[in-house]
């Protein structure tokens, strides 16, 4: 299940500070698009406003047809940021089922179920273990079940992959292909790394620095599903340097 999702002049400021110009945008259900710039340009600020969790100064964000708060209400948004934010008094399999358990009126009927999600990322002999018993690319991978597991047809990730180490964070991001896979979704992603948004991505924004804009749009054509030897094809590192040429000339 996705949706599509559509900003129309959207903009933000904080006071006299812009921080985000005018943005048109359409995303077409389904599609997972990258949001790759400079460290504080407003990517993340972006994402908020789509989620509704930041109020837009300007413009308009619908999400099939609908306001973002909509969405929120009736638990048809997901949101990874880029801390898993577990709690520490609940097991694995508590943590994977904590959205659907939050106003229980608003769940969906229709839904993943956690467990299965859990087996998926590999975690099925840890579903009572406890937050500080494991890694920091499981408690990711519990992070992202827990995302998965309202069914939502948006999903918004804030870098998710940003604290791990190299080789964890190309296992996950393998592994969140694989779950995408499976259960279809919209996705924007927000990362630093021209690799992630290269392997994971339908369409790479590369934004400029604050206030931010959209300053290129890449299509990434390369065919799904995608797995780790993609990595080590020309095809693969040359749109990695198309990618890193934008953010660069965006940066001058």
């Known amino acids: 299940m996705s949706v599509d999702v559509t900003l129309h002049g959207v903009a933000k400021s904080f006071g006299s500070l812009p ?8 995303v077409a259900p389904g599609t997972f698009v990258s949001l790759v710039g400079p460290s504080g340009c407003g990517k993340s600020t972006l994402l908020r406003l789509v989620a509704g969790l930041e109020q837009v100064s300007a413009g308009t964000v619908t999400i099939g047809g609908a306001s973002p708060a909509e969405l929120r209400a009736h638990k048809r948004l997901a949101v990874v940021p880029q801390q898993p934010g577990l709690l520490p008094w609940r097991t694995v399999a508590e943590n994977a089922r904590l959205l659907l358990e939050v106003n229980r ?9 956690p467990a299965e999600l859990l087996d998926e990322v590999g975690l099925t002999e ?3 273990a406890y937050p500080h018993e494991l890694s920091g690319g499981m408690r990711q991978r519990v992070a992202l079940v827990r995302g998965f597991s309202l069914g939502a047809p948006l999903v918004l990730m804030d870098e998710p992959f940003a604290a791990l180490d190299e080789i964890t964070r190309a296992e996950m991001r393998e592994l969140l292909a694989r779950m995408l896979d499976r259960h279809p979704a919209t996705v924007l992603f927000v990362t630093h790394s021209m690799a992630e948004a290269a392997y994971l991505s339908d369409r790479v924004l590369v934004m400029s620095p604050r206030p931010t804009a959209v300053v290129a749009d890449v299509a990434i054509g390369f ?4 797995r780790d030897a993609l990595e080590d094809t020309p095809e693969f590192a040359a749109v990695c340097a198309e990618l890193r040429h934008h953010l660069h000339g965006a940066m001058r």
């Open 19 to 26: 921080v985000v110009q005018p943005i048109d945008l359409d």
């Open 105 to 113: 009126r608003h769940s969906p009927t229709r839904h993943p179920d």
């Open 126 to 128: 840890f579903l009572d």
């Open 223 to 226: 065919p799904r599903p995608r």
